[in-house]
């Protein structure tokens, strides 16, 4: 039973390997050529004027909910897509119920005012 898992850390371990290799060869073989300008922290290619650890405002994070939800709608589309000649017409009611329940929480969601921005 565990010799079907030795493929598997054999993998693991020269992933990790290889992978150390080569990190180690850039700090090595790489120009460390530091100055104050490179080291300075930047924003947007000017000086950070507030504090990095500010509070973000909730709607970024409604939006943010909103869009892993409808990109999970996608993936969920592709696969149903593929097999869609195999399950026939129950698929398709099951994927049209699927995207109404998805419809009417963005209809919802719009008419509450979350993907509002001021």
Do not use: H
């Amino acid at each position: 039973m565990l010799g079907n898992y030795l493929p598997i850390l054999i993998f693991i371990f020269v992933t990790l390997a290889m992978g150390s290799v080569f990190i180690i060869l850039g700090k090595i073989l790489g120009p460390s050529r530091p100055d104050a300008e490179k080291n300075s922290p930047y924003e947007c290619g000017f000086e950070a004027f507030e504090d990095s650890r500010m509070k973000f405002d909730v709607r970024y994070y409604l939006v943010a909910i909103l869009f892993i939800i409808f990109d999970l709608e996608i993936a969920f589309m592709f696969p149903w897509a593929i097999v869609l000649d195999q399950i026939g017409t129950f698929g398709l009611l099951a994927m049209a119920l699927f995207l109404g329940v998805l419809v009417i929480g963005f209809i919802f969601e719009w008419k509450r005012g979350a993907l509002e921005w001021e």
